[in-house]
Protein backbone atom coordinates (compact mmCIF):
# COMPACT_ATOMS: atom_id res chain seq x y z
CA UNK A 1 0.00 0.00 0.00
CA UNK A 2 1.47 3.61 -0.70
CA UNK A 3 0.14 6.82 1.33
CA UNK A 4 -0.18 9.71 -0.67
CA UNK A 5 0.16 12.95 1.06
CA UNK A 6 0.19 15.11 -1.98
CA UNK A 7 -2.22 16.26 -4.48
CA UNK A 8 -0.38 16.60 -7.36
CA UNK A 9 1.62 13.07 -6.38
CA UNK A 10 -2.40 11.76 -6.22
CA UNK A 11 -3.58 13.33 -9.53
CA UNK A 12 -0.28 11.41 -11.48
CA UNK A 13 -1.27 8.12 -9.82
CA UNK A 14 -4.35 8.25 -10.92
CA UNK A 15 -3.69 9.34 -14.61
CA UNK A 16 -1.44 6.12 -14.94
CA UNK A 17 -3.55 3.88 -13.83
CA UNK A 18 -6.35 5.36 -16.36
CA UNK A 19 -3.53 5.31 -19.12
CA UNK A 20 -3.01 1.26 -17.94
CA UNK A 21 -7.18 1.15 -18.60
CA UNK A 22 -7.83 -0.12 -15.18
CA UNK A 23 -10.61 0.79 -12.74
CA UNK A 24 -10.16 3.05 -10.08
CA UNK A 25 -12.80 2.39 -6.87
CA UNK A 26 -12.82 4.72 -4.37
CA UNK A 27 -14.00 5.05 -1.04
CA UNK A 28 -13.65 8.67 0.98
CA UNK A 29 -13.86 8.97 4.86
CA UNK A 30 -13.08 10.98 7.77
CA UNK A 31 -10.95 8.22 9.27
CA UNK A 32 -10.92 6.55 12.56
CA UNK A 33 -11.89 3.46 10.43
CA UNK A 34 -14.25 0.44 11.44
CA UNK A 35 -16.22 -1.82 10.11
CA UNK A 36 -18.71 0.15 8.21
CA UNK A 37 -15.32 1.52 6.37
CA UNK A 38 -14.06 -1.72 5.71
CA UNK A 39 -17.22 -3.04 4.36
CA UNK A 40 -16.83 -0.41 1.73
CA UNK A 41 -13.58 -0.78 1.35
CA UNK A 42 -13.77 -4.93 1.05
CA UNK A 43 -16.87 -3.94 -1.73
CA UNK A 44 -14.76 -1.87 -3.91
CA UNK A 45 -11.82 -4.49 -3.63
CA UNK A 46 -14.03 -6.70 -5.47
CA UNK A 47 -15.45 -4.04 -7.99
CA UNK A 48 -12.32 -2.28 -9.11
CA UNK A 49 -9.13 -2.82 -10.12
CA UNK A 50 -7.44 0.10 -7.74
CA UNK A 51 -8.74 1.02 -4.32
CA UNK A 52 -7.84 4.14 -3.08
CA UNK A 53 -8.95 5.30 0.31
CA UNK A 54 -9.14 9.06 1.74
CA UNK A 55 -8.44 10.15 4.79
CA UNK A 56 -9.73 13.98 5.41
CA UNK A 57 -11.62 15.15 8.13
CA UNK A 58 -13.27 18.05 6.17
CA UNK A 59 -13.71 21.33 7.91
CA UNK A 60 -16.27 22.56 5.50
CA UNK A 61 -18.94 19.86 6.23
CA UNK A 62 -18.30 20.71 10.45
CA UNK A 63 -20.54 23.62 12.01
CA UNK A 64 -19.02 25.98 13.74
CA UNK A 65 -20.23 24.48 17.15
CA UNK A 66 -20.05 20.83 15.74
CA UNK A 67 -17.24 18.17 16.87
CA UNK A 68 -14.01 19.50 14.16
CA UNK A 69 -11.81 19.59 16.89
CA UNK A 70 -12.42 16.61 19.07
CA UNK A 71 -13.51 14.72 15.87
CA UNK A 72 -11.23 11.21 16.70
CA UNK A 73 -8.00 10.77 14.44
CA UNK A 74 -5.59 7.83 14.53
CA UNK A 75 -3.54 7.53 11.43
CA UNK A 76 -1.60 4.90 12.50
CA UNK A 77 -4.26 2.20 13.48
CA UNK A 78 -5.91 3.73 10.03
CA UNK A 79 -2.95 2.79 7.74
CA UNK A 80 -2.93 -0.45 9.62
CA UNK A 81 -6.65 -1.33 8.91
CA UNK A 82 -5.93 0.23 5.40
CA UNK A 83 -3.00 -2.63 4.69
CA UNK A 84 -5.50 -5.21 6.03
CA UNK A 85 -7.85 -4.83 3.71
CA UNK A 86 -5.82 -4.47 0.85
CA UNK A 87 -6.28 -0.95 -0.07
CA UNK A 88 -3.63 0.01 -2.72
CA UNK A 89 -3.14 3.85 -2.36
CA UNK A 90 -4.16 5.94 0.98
CA UNK A 91 -4.80 9.38 0.05
CA UNK A 92 -4.09 11.84 3.36
CA UNK A 93 -4.06 15.14 1.98
CA UNK A 94 -3.17 18.46 3.95
CA UNK A 95 -5.84 20.18 4.88
CA UNK A 96 -3.61 23.64 3.48
CA UNK A 97 -3.30 21.62 0.47
CA UNK A 98 -7.03 21.40 -0.09
CA UNK A 99 -8.37 24.24 0.48
CA UNK A 100 -5.17 26.77 -0.12
CA UNK A 101 -7.39 29.89 -1.05
CA UNK A 102 -10.92 31.03 -0.81
CA UNK A 103 -12.45 29.62 -4.28
CA UNK A 104 -13.83 31.07 -7.20
CA UNK A 105 -16.74 29.58 -6.93
CA UNK A 106 -19.20 28.21 -3.88
CA UNK A 107 -21.34 25.15 -4.40
CA UNK A 108 -24.57 25.41 -2.52
CA UNK A 109 -27.26 22.25 -2.78
CA UNK A 110 -30.49 23.01 -3.31
CA UNK A 111 -32.48 19.63 -2.86
CA UNK A 112 -32.49 17.01 -0.57
CA UNK A 113 -31.09 19.13 2.38
CA UNK A 114 -34.02 21.06 3.78
CA UNK A 115 -35.11 18.00 5.73
CA UNK A 116 -32.55 15.47 7.98
CA UNK A 117 -29.69 15.88 9.01
CA UNK A 118 -29.49 19.28 6.50
CA UNK A 119 -31.76 21.41 8.16
CA UNK A 120 -30.12 21.96 11.28
CA UNK A 121 -26.73 21.55 9.83
CA UNK A 122 -26.66 24.88 7.64
CA UNK A 123 -23.69 23.97 4.98
CA UNK A 124 -23.01 20.33 6.07
CA UNK A 125 -23.54 19.51 2.63
CA UNK A 126 -21.72 22.38 0.36
CA UNK A 127 -18.92 21.48 2.48
CA UNK A 128 -19.43 17.23 1.22
CA UNK A 129 -19.92 18.02 -2.46
CA UNK A 130 -17.08 20.74 -2.22
CA UNK A 131 -15.02 18.25 -0.89
CA UNK A 132 -16.01 15.37 -3.07
CA UNK A 133 -15.53 17.50 -6.56
CA UNK A 134 -12.27 17.93 -5.51
CA UNK A 135 -11.66 14.31 -4.37
CA UNK A 136 -13.68 12.83 -7.30
CA UNK A 137 -11.67 15.34 -9.72
CA UNK A 138 -8.13 14.01 -8.20
CA UNK A 139 -8.41 10.27 -7.65
CA UNK A 140 -10.46 10.05 -11.22
CA UNK A 141 -12.97 7.79 -9.37
CA UNK A 142 -14.73 5.13 -11.91
CA UNK A 143 -17.00 3.99 -8.86
CA UNK A 144 -17.43 5.63 -5.45
CA UNK A 145 -18.53 3.99 -2.01
CA UNK A 146 -20.59 5.29 0.38
CA UNK A 147 -22.71 4.18 3.09
CA UNK A 148 -25.78 3.87 3.75
CA UNK A 149 -26.49 4.94 7.30
CA UNK A 150 -25.38 8.36 5.93
CA UNK A 151 -28.47 8.06 3.61
CA UNK A 152 -28.95 11.45 2.76
CA UNK A 153 -25.43 11.98 1.95
CA UNK A 154 -26.18 9.34 -1.02
CA UNK A 155 -29.21 10.88 -2.01
CA UNK A 156 -27.20 14.32 -2.67
CA UNK A 157 -24.09 13.11 -3.51
CA UNK A 158 -26.31 10.57 -6.20
CA UNK A 159 -28.09 14.05 -6.83
CA UNK A 160 -24.37 15.81 -8.00
CA UNK A 161 -23.37 13.17 -9.70
CA UNK A 162 -26.47 13.03 -12.42
CA UNK A 163 -26.63 16.95 -12.30
CA UNK A 164 -23.45 17.67 -13.44
CA UNK A 165 -22.75 14.59 -15.53
CA UNK A 166 -19.70 13.08 -13.18
CA UNK A 167 -17.68 10.18 -15.41
CA UNK A 168 -18.66 7.40 -11.82
CA UNK A 169 -21.38 5.74 -10.49
CA UNK A 170 -21.96 5.94 -7.07
CA UNK A 171 -22.30 2.89 -5.07
CA UNK A 172 -24.31 2.47 -1.82
CA UNK A 173 -23.40 0.27 0.69
CA UNK A 174 -25.55 -0.95 3.19
CA UNK A 175 -25.08 0.27 6.95
CA UNK A 176 -22.84 -2.23 9.57
CA UNK A 177 -24.03 -2.61 12.62
CA UNK A 178 -22.95 -3.83 16.26
CA UNK A 179 -24.63 -7.18 17.60
CA UNK A 180 -27.01 -5.21 19.65
CA UNK A 181 -28.23 -3.26 16.31
CA UNK A 182 -26.41 -0.16 16.95
CA UNK A 183 -25.20 1.41 13.12
CA UNK A 184 -21.56 1.64 13.86
CA UNK A 185 -20.19 5.16 13.89
CA UNK A 186 -16.61 6.93 14.66
CA UNK A 187 -18.68 9.12 16.59
CA UNK A 188 -19.85 5.67 19.22
CA UNK A 189 -16.28 5.80 21.29
CA UNK A 190 -17.76 9.30 22.38
CA UNK A 191 -20.56 7.26 24.18
CA UNK A 192 -20.51 6.07 27.93
CA UNK A 193 -21.77 2.28 28.60
CA UNK A 194 -25.29 3.27 29.11
CA UNK A 195 -25.85 4.92 26.43
CA UNK A 196 -24.74 2.40 23.98
CA UNK A 197 -26.82 -0.23 25.43
CA UNK A 198 -29.47 2.48 25.70
CA UNK A 199 -28.54 3.96 21.90
CA UNK A 200 -29.71 0.05 20.63
CA UNK A 201 -33.14 0.87 20.33
CA UNK A 202 -32.82 3.39 17.87
CA UNK A 203 -32.36 0.65 15.42
CA UNK A 204 -35.37 -1.49 17.29
CA UNK A 205 -37.57 1.25 17.12
CA UNK A 206 -36.56 1.21 13.01
CA UNK A 207 -37.50 -2.27 13.06
CA UNK A 208 -40.90 -2.18 14.41
CA UNK A 209 -41.68 0.72 11.92
CA UNK A 210 -40.90 -1.99 9.26
CA UNK A 211 -42.93 -4.30 10.76
CA UNK A 212 -45.82 -2.06 11.06
CA UNK A 213 -45.29 -0.65 7.16
CA UNK A 214 -45.39 -5.09 6.52
CA UNK A 215 -48.61 -5.30 8.41
CA UNK A 216 -50.19 -2.73 6.02
CA UNK A 217 -49.74 0.50 7.58
CA UNK A 218 -49.16 3.53 5.40
CA UNK A 219 -49.91 6.32 7.68
CA UNK A 220 -46.24 7.81 8.45
CA UNK A 221 -47.90 10.41 10.71
CA UNK A 222 -48.75 7.43 12.92
CA UNK A 223 -45.41 4.98 11.87
CA UNK A 224 -43.37 8.72 13.15
CA UNK A 225 -44.94 8.74 16.44
CA UNK A 226 -44.51 5.13 17.60
CA UNK A 227 -40.71 5.67 16.28
CA UNK A 228 -40.57 8.75 18.55
CA UNK A 229 -42.59 6.94 21.48
CA UNK A 230 -40.40 3.56 21.82
CA UNK A 231 -37.47 6.13 21.20
CA UNK A 232 -38.36 8.01 24.35
CA UNK A 233 -39.41 4.92 26.33
CA UNK A 234 -36.26 3.45 26.04
CA UNK A 235 -33.71 5.71 26.05
CA UNK A 236 -32.45 9.40 27.97
CA UNK A 237 -31.80 10.58 24.66
CA UNK A 238 -33.14 13.88 22.83
CA UNK A 239 -34.60 14.00 19.59
CA UNK A 240 -33.41 15.84 17.16
CA UNK A 241 -35.91 14.08 14.36
CA UNK A 242 -37.86 11.69 13.60
CA UNK A 243 -38.84 11.83 9.46
CA UNK A 244 -40.75 9.48 7.05
CA UNK A 245 -40.15 10.96 3.74
CA UNK A 246 -39.78 9.42 0.16
CA UNK A 247 -36.15 8.28 -0.86
CA UNK A 248 -34.05 9.70 -2.73
CA UNK A 249 -36.15 12.33 -3.49
CA UNK A 250 -36.39 13.16 0.46
CA UNK A 251 -39.86 14.62 0.24
CA UNK A 252 -42.51 14.24 2.15
CA UNK A 253 -45.28 11.43 1.94
CA UNK A 254 -48.91 11.47 2.98
CA UNK A 255 -49.24 7.66 2.49
CA UNK A 256 -46.61 4.98 2.05
CA UNK A 257 -46.78 4.12 -1.62
CA UNK A 258 -43.43 4.74 -2.82
CA UNK A 259 -39.71 3.63 -1.53
CA UNK A 260 -39.43 5.66 1.28
CA UNK A 261 -36.81 6.30 4.44
CA UNK A 262 -37.18 5.99 7.82
CA UNK A 263 -34.74 7.98 9.91
CA UNK A 264 -33.65 9.85 13.41
CA UNK A 265 -31.17 11.78 15.01
CA UNK A 266 -30.67 11.36 18.25
CA UNK A 267 -28.51 13.29 20.70
CA UNK A 268 -26.81 11.85 24.03
CA UNK A 269 -24.79 13.55 26.18
CA UNK A 270 -21.62 11.55 24.02
CA UNK A 271 -22.44 11.81 20.74
CA UNK A 272 -24.87 12.96 18.07
CA UNK A 273 -25.74 9.86 16.33
CA UNK A 274 -28.14 9.27 13.56
CA UNK A 275 -29.61 6.24 11.63
CA UNK A 276 -32.16 5.30 9.18
CA UNK A 277 -34.03 2.02 7.24
CA UNK A 278 -34.90 2.47 3.63
CA UNK A 279 -38.23 0.22 2.61
CA UNK A 280 -40.00 -0.19 -0.48
CA UNK A 281 -43.88 0.52 0.27
CA UNK A 282 -44.47 -2.95 1.54
CA UNK A 283 -41.96 -2.47 3.94
CA UNK A 284 -39.26 -4.76 2.44
CA UNK A 285 -35.24 -3.63 1.92
CA UNK A 286 -35.33 -2.19 -1.94
CA UNK A 287 -32.86 -4.76 -3.75
CA UNK A 288 -30.50 -2.35 -4.32
CA UNK A 289 -29.87 -1.39 -0.86
CA UNK A 290 -28.99 -4.70 0.57
P1 LIG B 1 -17.09 8.99 7.64
O1 LIG B 1 -15.67 8.62 7.91
O2 LIG B 1 -17.97 8.97 8.85
O3 LIG B 1 -17.23 10.23 6.81
O4 LIG B 1 -17.68 7.82 6.74
C1 LIG B 1 -17.07 7.48 5.52
C2 LIG B 1 -17.98 6.57 4.77
O5 LIG B 1 -18.22 5.40 5.56
C3 LIG B 1 -19.36 7.21 4.48
O6 LIG B 1 -19.78 6.84 3.18
C4 LIG B 1 -20.22 6.58 5.54
O7 LIG B 1 -21.59 6.51 5.17
C5 LIG B 1 -19.61 5.20 5.64
N1 LIG B 1 -19.98 4.58 6.91
C6 LIG B 1 -19.77 5.07 8.16
N2 LIG B 1 -20.31 4.25 9.08
C7 LIG B 1 -20.88 3.22 8.40
C8 LIG B 1 -21.59 2.05 8.77
N3 LIG B 1 -21.85 1.76 10.04
N4 LIG B 1 -22.02 1.22 7.79
C9 LIG B 1 -21.77 1.50 6.48
N5 LIG B 1 -21.10 2.58 6.07
C10 LIG B 1 -20.66 3.43 7.01
Not at 5 to 31: C, H, Q, W, Y
Not at 88 to 94: A, I
Not at 131 to 156: C, E, M, N, P, S
Request: proline residues 4%; glycine residues 6%; contains cysteine.
Amino acid sequence: MQIVRNITDMEGIASELKKSGKTIGFVPTMGYLHEGHTSLIDQCKKEADYVVVSIFVNPLQFGPNEDFDRYPRDEQHDTAVAQEHGVDYLFLPDVHDMYPQKTNIELTVKRRTDVLCGKNRPGHFDGVATVLVKLFHITRADYAYFGLKDAQQVAVVQGMVDDFNFPLSIIPVPTVRESSGLAKSSRNVYLSKSERNQAAHIFKALQQAQHFIIDGNKNPVMIIEEVTKFIKQNTDGSIEYVELLSYPELERVDEINQQIIIAVAVHFEGARLIDNIILDKNGNIPEAYF
